[in-house]
Nanobody, 123 residues
Framework: QVQLVESGGGLVQPGGSLRLSCAAS????????MSWYRQAPGKQRDVVAT???????NYADSVKGRFTISRDNAKNTVYLQMNSLKPEDTAVYFC?????????????????WGQGTLVTVSS
């Protein structure tokens, strides 16, 4: 089917940087919107940034000017460059993709999620 695999999380000091990656694999026909969400302990999952296939981006107010989302359509991969990290950025970060894929002779649509990668910002 379709899998999303994130990487790049870890422990970083306040003011530091991390780059997250998310690669989609499977019988993919196309991927429209790709997004990053995050979920802090005890809180709901919120959108951080989105990017369309054409490269249009949107960001949550809390990360504007610090985070940059990008994608490589040829590799079915989305990235999140996170700079000037703050303790309140600590969360599990999830990749999401709006995927059209082949299942036999038929094309299906899937709202796909990765397994999440933990980002901890602490001194």
């Amino acid at each position: 089917q379709v899998q999303l695999v994130e990487s790049g999380g870890g422990l970083v000091q306040p003011g530091g940087s991390l780059r997250l990656s998310c690669a989609a694999s499977g019988s993919i026909f196309s991927i429209n919107v790709m997004s990053w969400y995050r979920q802090a302990p005890g809180k709901q999952r919120d959108v951080v940034a989105t990017i369309t296939k054409g490269g249009s981006t949107n960001y949550a107010d809390s990360v504007k000017g610090r985070f940059t989302i990008s994608r490589d359509n040829a590799k079915n991969t989305v990235y999140l460059q996170m700079n000037s990290l703050k303790p309140e950025d600590t969360a599990v970060y999830f990749c999401n993709a709006d995927v059209s894929y082949w299942r036999g002779s038929y094309m299906r649509a899937l709202d796909a999620w990765g397994q999440g990668t933990l980002v901890t910002v602490s001194s």
